[in-house]
């Protein structure tokens, strides 16, 4: 498949520009599909993945229609197109190796709050001085994961 001309790319980077301005754009999540679509459109440039120049057209597409309306979006629309953005998400953490934003600190804060639990019960003999301190030190480990991921490009 040929890739994306510069023009046609263009064309659909300032039809997501019209679509942050549709009463949906909060539920379309406009700025994910805009950070997804330069991720995409770099991965199929520079490495020539076909997936990517594939979900771009899908993308120019979809977001066209999108982008042309004035009113709500419909349920079933909304729906085909929240299951697009979750296949492009997807392809690009399991082919392209990127993470969402807050992926670490998610994962770390959970894990810290557990481990925290634990040694709150066991060395201090209360839970609630042990989850605070577990939490931050979590917090701390995965912000710090999230920070190196964005230095390194590997987030969406």
Sequence with gaps: MASLDQR????????????????????????????????????????????????????????????????????????????????????????HQLVPEGTYLAIYMSMGLSIGLVFGLTIFDNAALGMPIGMSIGLAIGAGLDADAKKKGKTI
């Design 8 to 95: 046609t790319f263009e064309r659909l980077k300032e039809r997501i520009l019209r679509l942050q301005e549709h009463p949906d754009a909060k539920r379309l999540d406009a700025a994910k599909l805009e950070r997804i679509t330069i991720r995409m459109e770099s991965f199929s440039r520079n490495d020539r993945c076909g997936t990517c120049e594939t979900l771009l057209s899908e993308a120019d597409e979809r977001v066209g229609t999108l982008a042309e309306r004035s009113e709500a979006t419909g349920k079933d629309e909304l729906k085909s197109y929240r299951r697009w953005l979750g296949t492009a998400t997807a392809h690009l953490q399991q082919k």
